[in-house]
């Protein structure tokens, strides 16, 4: 993937101060953003880049990258060569392998975390997560909730509890909806960082003694957090591999069943030799966010496709750009070519119990293709095992549904349809029947999400209340039926 980063040959001089950063921005801006967060990841673990990983291009990460090749006694451009590149993998592999990083949940939340389980952790529930240990103790990560605190609260109590224990303070800041504080005394450093998750306050916990092999603890804080800081803001972050947990069971409760609307067709059996290939056919639902063009849906809508349309309202299915994609929270940015004529504004916020109505397109190939317009409430301001990144809804919604909006009364997006919850699966579990349980991915993430990607939007705030047949039109008119071929 970082191949992508080489140029061939070098870029010319100009007779500007700084000849190369512009070049060096936009290579790294023609980039896809899988390939702009791995090549930081890489360069973090090289021992280069001490900032969490994103998606837009700076001078400090251009600063850092022309020190990588000045390090190797090269022109520091801020552009790698192929052969800069393999140098950096090779410094960075050991390290990486060294690590085994992967994601985990926290155990009542939800929330992503990385962590390093080839350093062979030893996990232990406690009553706010999980506790992790490295065997000799040179590591230690607690993850943790902490019901019913702010943000401002937890880091005035943390900064006491530091100082009064002699750490020396290297690093505080207190934001809005997050705090972190790095502090060492002696060899041993530690670094906290906890952001607000609905009533309470979520993060992580971490100290080191050592920043040699296999630990390398500056390094792996970084990382750790920009992954929280990803699972947080629904920002844009690298997948890797799920981490268990000594006592989770290989029978898990029901997940919820994904909404897209899936037809391929069955393999026969036993296959004809010369049978070709099943095609890969399914449909969803998105909404436009943008004049520019810029649809909103689920990133499992438009995984693994060939191509891509969209069919906006009353119109011809036309092929659409996949701009941005966030697996982690179910979100993806397409873009149409041409500007679009409706567009819905995002809410961050809702109330539970608030009415709400979801629009999408169910079921394509047997029920209506101009759109399925229903009605219900916020029934939970949390999903599956109290995950604050989604909504509960009880507005029916089927296969297909998945990316479509979900609007307040006044016509504001405040989700995006992404799951329901697998009934036969829950009958078979727990003897019970569950009616309209269905998820929404919540409008905050769909906001950070088009931040981190640049993409502008209209902001809705609490209206005048409209007829539904209204409400109906308005959403149909912004709302596109998606292919995935």
């Known amino acids: 993937m970082l191949m992508a980063l080489a140029l061939a040959g070098s870029p010319a001089a100009a ?42 291009y700076s001078r400090r990460l251009y600063d850092a990258t022309q020190q990588f090749q000045r390090a190797r006694g090269e022109e520091p451009t801020g552009i790698l060569t192929k052969a800069q590149v393999g140098q950096m993998l090779q410094s960075a592999s050991s390290v990486l392998n060294g690590w085994g990083l992967r994601w985990v949940p926290h155990p009542t939340r939800g929330r992503q975390l990385w962590v390093p389980i080839g350093l062979d952790l030893q996990a232990t529930r406690t009553d706010l997560g999980v506790e992790m240990r490295e065997p000799r103790n040179r590591f230690k990560l607690k993850f943790n909730a902490i019901p019913a605190a702010s943000v401002g609260a937890a880091y005035e109590a943390t900064l006491r509890e530091m100082v009064g224990s002699g750490d020396s303070i290297n690093f505080k800041v207190l934001k809005g909806d997050f705090f972190a504080i790095a502090v060492n005394q002696g060899r041993y450093k530690r670094y906290v960082r906890y952001h607000t998750d609905g009533d309470g306050i979520l993060g992580f916990d971490m100290s080191w003694s050592e920043d040699d092999a296999p630990i390398y603890g500056n390094r792996l804080v970084t990382i750790i957090s920009g992954s929280l800081w990803a699972s947080m803001t629904g920002s844009p972050f690298p997948t890797t591999q799920r981490g268990t947990y000594p006592w989770e069971k290989p029978d898990k409760p029901p997940e919820p069943e994904v909404a897209s609307q899936q037809r391929p067709a069955p393999p026969p059996s036993p296959p004809p030799a010369q049978e070709p290939a099943k095609v890969k056919f399914s449909t969803g639902s998105g909404f436009f966010v943008s004049k520019a063009g810029h649809i909103l849906t689920n990133a499992h809508v438009v995984k693994d496709c060939t191509t891509i349309t969209a069919r906006p309202d009353g119109a011809t299915p036309v092929p659409v750009q996949l701009v941005a994609r966030d697996a982690t929270n179910d979100l993806a940015v397409l873009k149409v070519l041409g500007q679009a004529e409706r567009t819905l504004p995002i809410r961050a916020s809702v109330r539970l119990g608030e009415g709400i109505a979801a629009f999408g397109f169910p ?5 209506a293709t101009t759109g399925n317009f229903t009605l219900g409430n916020v029934t939970a301001l949390a999903g599956l095992r109290d995950d604050s990144r989604y909504l509960q809804v009880s507005a029916p919604v089927q296969s297909g549904n998945s990316g479509g909006p979900l609007v307040d009364a006044s016509g504001n997006v405040v989700g995006i349809v992404t799951a329901k919850l697998d009934a036969i699966k829950m009958a078979e579990n727990q003897g019970d029947l569950p009616q309209n349980v269905n998820f929404a991915v919540k409008a905050s993430l769909a906001t950070s999400f088009l931040d981190a990607n640049q993409i502008s939007f209209d902001v809705g705030v609490p209206g005048e209340k409209l007829d539904p047949a209204d409400l109906a039109e308005r959403a149909k008119k912004a709302s596109v039926l998606i292919t995935c071929r």
């Open 363 to 367: 079921h394509s190939d047997i029920l």
């Open 15 to 56: 007779q500007a101060p700084d000849p190369y950063f512009r070049s060096a921005q936009e290579t790294f801006n023609g980039l896809q953003v899988d390939t702009r967060l791995w090549f930081q990841i890489v360069l973090t673990s090289a021992g280069f880049w001490p900032a969490v990983p994103n998606v837009t």
